[in-house]
């Protein structure tokens, strides 16, 4: 029993939706994704990532999968964070990005 709820569970957990896949096959560039960040993250998590009203995003990349990254970024499910539409293209310049900041 507990083999098929932990079976179910991983199933659910990496099952992606078509914006994650789409993104998640692009190869981002740092640079641009330093620039999307500046404009709509920074005044939240710092210029740098460092944190202020929201969290430091140190280290995000290593604690968080990427999957989940763009889950907190476009649900809007973290209030006073909101959601955000951003093209695959610039969502993976932004992961790119975010592995930066450790
Ligand atoms: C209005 C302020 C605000 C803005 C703008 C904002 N955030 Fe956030 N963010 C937050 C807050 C507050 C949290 C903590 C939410 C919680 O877990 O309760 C958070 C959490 C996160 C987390 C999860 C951190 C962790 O350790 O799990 C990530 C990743 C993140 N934000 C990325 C971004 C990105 C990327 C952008 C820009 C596209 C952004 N945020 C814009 C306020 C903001």
């Known amino acids: 029993m507990a083999c098929i709820v932990l079976l179910v569970w991983m199933l659910g957990n990496t099952r992606q939706d078509p ?6 096959v692009l ?10 960040f500046r404009i709509n993250c920074a005044g939240c998590h710092g210029i740098a990532g460092q944190g202020l ?3 430091s995003l140190k280290g ?23 959601r955000f539409e951003i093209e695959p293209q610039n969502m993976a310049d932004l992961l790119a990005y975010l592995k930066t900041l450790s």
């Open 60 to 82: 995000v990349s290593d604690r968080r999968k990427n999957m989940q990254i763009i889950h907190q970024i476009v649900s809007g499910e973290t209030p006073p964070m909101p």
């Open 53 to 55: 009203v929201g969290p």
């Open 19 to 24: 914006y994650t896949k789409a993104t998640l």
């Open 27 to 36: 190869e981002g560039s740092e640079q641009h994704g330093g620039q999307i």
